[in-house]
Nanobody, 128 residues
Framework: QLQLVESGGTMVQPGGSLRLSCAAS????????IGWFRQAPGKEREGVSC????????YYADSVKGRFTISRDNAKSTVYLQMNSLKPEDAAVYYCAAIHGSFSGSYYCHNYNKMYYWGKGTLVTVSS
């Protein structure tokens, strides 16, 4: 069974850091484009960072550029989102998603409905 499970979400103070993990099971991440998406209450889901198959085309939303870093460890079938200098507006449920596709990270982050496999999300709260 193909599955994605996110972890690492918690409450953190503004300016703090978190690393989210997304563990894949049932498939090999190497051949998939992967994305991190988030959804805050009352807001539409948005693409935070997406990485293409082969890691050649990575996208970051302007709101997180320079603060967040996406990476993957194919041997561990895990994708990470390192989040630094967190702001209250970063608070949301964060989801990872995967698609066996060959488009760029930007394409998938702007078209989250194209992602095929989704985790259930992990909650990030940023508050003092």
């Amino acid at each position: 069974q193909l599955q994605l499970v996110e972890s690492g979400g918690t409450m953190v103070q503004p300016g703090g850091s978190l690393r989210l993990s997304c563990a894949a099971s049932g498939f090999t991440l190497d051949y998939y484009a992967i994305g991190w998406f988030r959804q805050a209450p009352g807001k539409e889901r948005e693409g935070v960072s997406c990485i293409s198959r082969g890691d050649t085309r990575t996208y970051y939303a302007d709101s997180v550029k320079g603060r967040f870093t996406i990476s993957r460890d194919n041997a561990k079938s895990t994708v990470y989102l390192q989040m630094n200098s967190l702001k209250p507006e970063d608070a949301a449920v964060y989801y990872c998603a995967a698609i066996h596709g060959s488009f760029s990270g930007s394409y998938y982050c702007h078209n989250y409905n194209k992602m095929y496999y989704w985790g259930k999300g992990t909650l990030v709260t940023v508050s003092s």
